[in-house]
């Protein structure tokens, strides 16, 4: 390879920016936080996808690539460039629609499916009974001094 896609070189951590490939990644982690138990089911389909997509091509891309260099070593590389560079920024489009799907879907705290029912879903019992609120909120008192 020779290069890399842009989005792989630029980028800041301080300032968001969706030609970032680092932010289309953190991005989706983030977000991921707020219902992990849910989203990560659609994050894994994403993935899953991804890496199938990859493995498949692999063997295909080798072949061509080795094709290619019998014939002109320098023409191998530049084909081996532009497959990576188009695949890695194919990988980061995927991410950023996986991202603005689970925005939709997972808006205000609700699992919004695509035929606009909004469903509301909370903690598990579980953790609300091991922290003690199972009853919800009995009451406010304000912090003391206040």
């Known amino acids: 390879m020779n290069d890399l896609p842009w989005s792989y070189q630029s980028g800041d951590t301080r300032i968001f920016s969706r030609e970032s490939a680092w932010w289309a990644f953190n991005f989706v982690s983030n977000w991921a936080e707020l219902k992990y138990?849910?989203?990560?089911?659609?994050?894994?389909?994403?993935?899953?996808?991804?890496?199938?997509?990859?493995?498949?091509?692999v063997a295909l891309v080798d072949a061509a690539a080795m094709e290619i260099m019998e014939e002109d070593e320098c023409g191998a590389r530049i084909y081996i460039t532009q497959w990576s560079i188009e695949n890695a920024e194919s990988v980061v489009n995927r991410w950023w629609s996986l991202a603005d799907?689970?925005?939709?879907?997972?808006?205000?705290?609700y699992v919004n499916s695509p035929d606009n029912v909004a469903v509301e879903v909370g903690y598990p019992q579980w953790w609300l009974d091991e922290v003690g609120y199972s009853d919800g909120p009995v009451g406010y008192y304000p912090p003391a001094g206040a």
Not at 101 to 109: S, T
């Open 101 to 109: 799907m689970l925005i939709a879907r997972y808006d205000d705290g």
């Open 37 to 57: 138990s849910y989203m990560i089911r659609d994050i894994k389909a994403v993935q899953d996808s991804v890496e199938n997509t990859e493995l498949a091509d």
